[in-house]
Nanobody, 119 residues
Framework: QVRLVESGGGLVQAGGSLRLSCTASGRTFIRYAMAWFRQAPGKEREFVAA????????RYADSVKDRFTISGDSAKNTVYLQMNSLKPEDTAVYYC????????????WGQGTQVTVSS
C-alpha cells in the first residue's frame, strides 16, 4: 500500500498562484503515475493532471492546460502541481492519487487539501 500526503493548499485571490505537493511513502518501488484530482462542493471529482514516471510524461485536463504544470521528483517520490492564473472556479479540495500500472485504477488516495480562490 502507498500512503500519500498532500500539502500546499490555501486561500488566494484570483490571478494568484499556489503550489501543491504530494509525497508518497510505502510501496513506492512499483509505480506508474501520480495525479491530481479535485472536487468542488456539489460536483463530482474530476481529473486535473497526471505525471507518468516512465518518460516523465504529463497529462492535463483542458480546463487547466496552460495554467497548471505538474512535475515529479523521483528521488523524493513527490509530485508537484504549480497552479498559476487561478480562477474562482478552481476552488475545490485537491486530491493526490497513485496507480502502479497503466491498466489499473487509481488505487491510493491522499486526504485532500483545500484550495480556495477568491474573486
Amino acid at each position: 500500500q502507498v500512503r500519500l500526503v498532500e500539502s500546499g493548499g490555501g486561500l488566494v485571490q484570483a490571478g494568484g498562484s499556489l503550489r501543491l505537493s504530494c509525497t508518497a511513502s510505502g510501496r513506492t518501488f512499483i509505480r506508474y503515475a501520480m495525479a491530481w484530482f479535485r472536487q468542488a462542493p456539489g460536483k463530482e471529482r474530476e481529473f486535473v493532471a497526471a505525471f507518468l514516471w516512465p518518460g516523465n510524461n504529463r497529462r492535463y485536463a483542458d480546463s487547466v492546460k496552460d495554467r497548471f504544470t505538474i512535475s515529479g521528483d523521483s528521488a523524493k517520490n513527490t509530485v508537484y502541481l504549480q497552479m498559476n492564473s487561478l480562477k474562482p472556479e478552481d476552488t475545490a479540495v485537491y486530491y493526490c492519487a497513485e496507480k502502479r500500472a497503466p491498466a489499473v485504477d487509481w488505487g491510493s488516495w491522499g486526504q485532500g487539501t483545500q484550495v480556495t480562490v477568491s474573486s
